[in-house]
């Protein structure tokens, strides 16, 4: 399975997929346009194009609503928390 992190901004969606030991396997930017669901629906297309057809879906930002494939959608202030963990937490005591 993958993890798939989708980020709807006002100018541009970011979309960052990590495999199961926590390695990048895939990051790509679209321009987010007026539709934050025409957006979030061509991200989709791109990522079954790429032969991501399963995965655990996390949506933030502006339009984190308008994935309507997503399992949990959270604050872009909690992701970077979880992030900042993710990659700094063997370093900490």
């Known amino acids: 399975m993958h993890f798939i992190g989708i980020d709807t901004g006002g100018a541009s969606s970011k979309v960052a997929v990590m495999d199961e030991c926590g390695k990048f396997c ?52 909690l992701c970077h928390g979880l992030g900042v963990h993710f990659l700094f937490e063997p370093n900490c005591p």
């Open 26 to 77: 895939e990051l790509f930017l679209l321009p987010s346009g007026f539709s934050a669901v025409k957006v979030a629906r061509q991200i989709k297309q791109n990522l079954e194009q790429k032969g991501y057809t399963e995965g655990f879906v996390t949506a933030t930002g502006y339009g984190c609503v308008s994935v309507e494939y997503v399992r949990l959608s959270m604050s872009e202030i």
